[in-house]
């Protein structure tokens, strides 16, 4: 699952949060949930009541003692009503005893089962996702496991869905089963759903029965064992636009508005396939392949067996799509995770990293494989920085103390994980890494995995002892601060490399990296271990090095200060090659602009190849005095480069000079095919008019506009604009989906809001605030709620002291008590 969505975008702030509170959960060792009865197969019959948001199942569950003779079975069931629970003899239900508490179903079998004697229960069930209240707590969004959208269709404009989501435990909402991922059970599926729908479940679609009451009973069969929390249903509306691989089908489900667009989405997808099982050697392990796109799907998306689901965000219209697939990541990663997950899966929530590490590193080597090494280096230490932003260092990879099971969807993982999994490929290389991988995967295929079962293969491949390695970065926390300096004597020709670990605590990292040391063109690596707080390097040389470069290679997690000059940065940008050393460079340049050195490294960076570094080149030349070189060079881009990020980038930074002269060309930049640079071309013709500005958004207001574009629109009626620009503004608010923007416009949106007088639409504005607060799944929460409920609090003060005393209290009620 890829729960990091919101928080990524939110680790910057994240630092303060969740420290408070009992901490009893420290004492309680999470260990894999002990197995007494083991599931064999699931058969269900469901049917589907829209009226009621229930779920009415019939399910006959196959087990197996798993070695020890039991005369009871424990099934999780949640928030059910449960009609009858039986024994299946000879085709006969003879009806057992049983104890229902709401959350366990309790089963006293009809005799006592030995190891390998399988025996099958039925039981008659009616599913309520929307009344099952988690803890006796209030109503919960992110555990109903089953969730009917726009079910009575009510709300215009809205598909009517059905969608699951399994994990972390919440399958059992909507069918008796063993919730626990190391179970694994084969299944059929026969759901009765309205004729007019399509469905999707595991497994292959074997057979459809039209019915006589206007519904369709569509039968799914999953021959191959996977764990319940895995399980998935999905019916609406949707165009099956096709594909295939290898004579699989990989369909891809969207709402039919983006039936046209749905391959520059999803279409890479065999080509990924192809790429993930020649590099694991283990081929596609199951039967199909589909992607659905759901609305209101807060968890970014999931990887359910053969049936991934996907959020909103995934359907991108055409010109979203001309800055790129902003979802290609996450295909990726939901696809890898049908090896690390769905085929190997963590024995706990504990082992989660083994799932999630492997589908976070699968997006670097996608992009490797689809883009260079530049894009691949970027991932790497854009997930790193994630990572080291988060706050959450004190907690370990593998962790057997957690507070609740939804703690372990963090940083560390994900991004942690995926780092550490790129230090342990460029230490053992290419060929041992992905060898490993595929003795994990084969060993354990059908079964689960664990950061002990990770070593073993690793250990087994290589001959070597990893121990060192996995307590370091698995079973211990932290990461290294690093602070680099250098040294050169010239009468002993000695060249020193002085590194310090300057992280709090006693704890020290064994870090072996490359060293680089450079003449010119010519450099000689040494392979260096780093055992102790503080270490010096020394190379006998015949001259001053031009540079030194420490993990040449890039690839060590750590926080670094490297204390290099400004010609040794100028050097490491020309010559040592890779993004990081060529953004460690233009970084510094950026903070050293006083010297013309630095400034003529920037604008050698706007040729880069790279176009992150010509973005970046042009973010930091917005910190030097312009001059008509530099201002020559920006304009071409703004005006050529065929990179729509760098190009809306190059429009902003002209639009920092203030100069009318571009007045007309900002105009005919706000027509351009992609969002990104529309928006920025909006932005800045606002800075120079806002007049025309507000007159042009009120024109491009009235097509569909996603983005930089839908929030310039929004910014430029809610700054410039009256209380008659609301429909537009709540519109293009609405419409946005769950993301980090959403967040900043919300502040945006309130601010709005203080402008309006008609009640009616104060409410609506400030109901569509509070309801995507309450939609953010609770791990994010505690980073977006002070944004959100601090905008509205400042909106309740402006209209009070306006005299609104009536919109004021609308406002405090939506509040939360401490906020008020
Ligand atoms: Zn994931």
Redesign the pocket.
Known sequence: ???LLLLIAFLPFLAVAQTSGNEDWKKVYRSFPTKINNLVHTRLDAKFDYEKSYLNGKVWITLEPHFYATDSLQLDAKGMNIYQVAIVKAGKNIPLKYAYDSLFLNIQLDKTYKKGERYTVYIDYTAKPNEFKANGSAAITDAKGLYFINPKGEEKDKPTQIWTQGETEATSVWVPTIDRTNQKTTQLFNLTVPAKYVSLSNGKLIAQKTNTDGTRTDTWSMDQPHAPYLFFMGVGDYAVVKDTYKGKEVNYYVEKAYEKVARRIFGDTPEMMAFFSKKLGVEYPWVKYSQMVARDYVSG???NTTATLHQESAQQDARELTDGNGWESTIA??LF?QWF?DLVTAESWSNLTV??SF??YSQLLWLEHKYGKDEAMFENFNQMRGYIGSGQQSRDLVRFYYKDKEDMFDAVS?NKGGRILHMLRNLTGDDAFFASLNKYLTTNRFGTGSGHKLRLAFEEVTGKDWNWFFNQWYFGNGHPRIDISYQYNAETQLASVIIKQIQAGDKVFKLPFAIDIWHGNEKKRQLVWMENKADTFNFTVKSKPDQINVDADKILLVDKKDNKTLAEFIHQFKHAGNYLDRREAVAFAGNNTKDPAAVQLLVDALSDPYFRIRSLAITNLGKVKPDDAIIAKIEAIAKKESRKMVKAEAISYLANLKNQSYKSFFKEATRDSSYTVAGAALEALTELDSVEALQITKELSKEPAKGRLNEAISNVLITYGDEKSFKVVSESYEKMPLSFPKVQMSATYAAFAAKLTNMDEFKKAVDAIVEFRDLIPASAKAQTDPVINGALKELAQKKESAGATEMAAYVKSKLPADKK
């Open positions: 699952m890829k729960r998306a999931m990887e990663h939901e995770h997950g799932n999630e589908a976070d994900y």
